[in-house]
């Protein structure tokens, strides 16, 4: 049977994309807390939208979860019709705060898990194959006290926008969103960022219903949201000094770090 698998199923995007999945597809949700787990499985079956849910627990960074989610799936003779990148940490700090353990959490979670979990539904891909990579609009540009994340997100960018022209018959999208209100401090960061932030801020059904379409239209990039768009051109022509020394004191003082 084909599944859409889903990483950071139970955060605040993977779930509206999770929702926004066309109707009787069977999903395959990956998640690192079984009760969060399950009960989003069971409001999802409640809804009789969807086909088959499997849920599997994985904490991604690890090469041998990540094994095991695919020797279970192939257990199950399970093939792969999507998968959504969506799993990502968006720490905010600066570098030299880092602990080791904190700095290959990152950048395991948002370039490695999102590579590795690619190769591996390419090698069990059913009739059709898209997938959905989630960068940020900080992967457009270098961010200082973002340094980290804008550069796994730059990865994540340039990575699946190779695999668009590699693999012709993969479908492959890269979603660039501006801020997306999902958890809490999230927020809170958008109210105090004033203005720009709000105009970038897309809610998660409206960032998730643009992804899926652009998705089941085969483009290769996806920017939701006009504010959106106009920023992303501009981070083209404006010169890396000037974007940068405006966004090292922006972030100076807006530290965070959720996980
Ligand atoms: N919110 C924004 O403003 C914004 C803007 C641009 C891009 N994005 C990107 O959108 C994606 C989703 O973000 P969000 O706002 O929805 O944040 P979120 O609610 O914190 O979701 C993050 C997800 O990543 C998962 N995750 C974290 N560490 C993991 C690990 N070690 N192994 C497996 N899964 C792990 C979490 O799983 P658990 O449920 O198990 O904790 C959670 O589902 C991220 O890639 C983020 O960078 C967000």
């Known amino acids: 049977m084909e599944y859409i698998l889903i990483s950071g199923a139970t955060g ?8 926004s999945c066309p109707k009787n597809s069977n999903l395959f949700l990956l998640g690192r807390d079984k009760e969060r787990l399950s009960a989003f499985k069971k409001e999802l079956e409640s809804s009789g939208r969807f086909g088959e849910i499997i849920t599997f627990q994985a904490d991604l960074t690890k090469e041998e979860e ?7 799936a192939d257990e199950k003779s399970v093939r792969f019709c999507a998968l959504l990148n969506v799993a990502g940490a968006d720490i905010r700090k600066p570098f030299k705060d880092y602990t080791d353990e ?3 959490f990152q950048i395991r979670l948002n370039a490695e898990a999102a590579i590795a979990l690619s190769l591996g539904v390419i090698k069990r891909r059913g009739k059709e194959l898209k997938i959905l990579a989630v960068s940020s609009m900080c992967g457009i540009m270098p961010m200082p006290y973002f340094a980290v994340y804008s550069a796994t997100k730059a990865a994540v960018l340039n990575f699946f926008t190779a695999l668009y022209y590699e693999e012709k ?6 979603l660039v969103p501006g801020s997306i209100p999902t958890r ?3 927020k809170e960061d958008i109210k ?3 203005i720009t932030a709000k105009l970038s801020s897309k809610s998660p059904e409206f960032v998730s219903k643009k992804a899926m379409k652009a998705l089941y239209k085969n483009k290769r990039l996806k920017v939701p949201g006009l504010y959106n768009k106009i920023n992303y051109f501009l981070q083209k022509i404006i010169p890396t000094p000037i974007k940068c020394r405006f966004m090292a004191r922006r972030w100076k003082k807006n530290i965070k770090d959720a996980f």
């Open 12 to 19: 605040g995007l993977g779930k509206a994309l999770t929702e």
């Open 66 to 72: 990540r094994s095991a989610l695919f020797e279970f």
């Open 169 to 174: 018959d993969v479908g492959v999208t890269v």
């Open 192 to 194: 105090r960022q004033g």
């Open 184 to 186: 809490e401090d999230i």
């Open 102 to 104: 904190k700095l290959l």
